[in-house]
Nanobody, 114 residues
C-alpha cells in the first residue's frame, strides 16, 4: 500500500495551494480518504475527510476555506486550500482507510508566511 502526496510548498498569507494524493495497492474498496496535519509540537489532527460516497467532513478551522474532493476510480483525494493563514503551517498527511485498516502518506510541508 502506498499513498503519495504532492502540492505542498510555501505561500503567503491569503494565498492558495492544492494538495493531491494518490493511493495504490489497496486490496479493497476504500471507505474514505482524508487530509490530516501536524504542526511542530502538536498532535496530528484531522483537516478534512471524504467518504467513498462523497460525504465530506471538515475541521472547524478548515470550514469555508478548504475544499476536499475525491476520485473514487483513481483512489485519489485533493485538498484545495484558500485564504491560507500562518496557523495552517504544518506537515499535511494523506490518509486512507478500508475495512479495519488504514495507511498514511509520507507527508508534504505547507508553509504560510506573513
Amino acid at each position: 500500500v502506498q499513498l503519495v502526496e504532492s502540492g505542498g510548498g510555501m505561500v503567503q498569507v491569503g494565498g492558495s495551494l492544492r494538495l493531491s494524493c494518490v493511493a495504490s495497492g489497496i486490496p479493497m474498496r476504500i471507505n474514505g480518504m482524508g487530509w490530516y496535519r501536524q504542526a511542530p509540537g502538536k498532535m496530528r489532527e484531522l483537516v478534512a475527510r471524504i467518504t467513498s460516497d462523497g460525504i465530506a467532513d471538515y475541521a472547524e478551522s478548515a470550514k469555508g476555506r478548504f475544499t476536499i474532493s475525491g476520485d473514487t476510480a483513481k483512489n485519489s483525494v485533493y485538498l484545495q486550500m484558500d485564504s491560507l493563514k500562518p496557523e495552517d503551517t504544518a506537515v499535511y498527511y494523506c490518509g486512507a482507510d478500508w475495512a479495519n485498516e488504514g495507511a498514511w502518506g509520507q507527508g508534504t510541508m505547507v508553509t504560510v508566511s506573513s
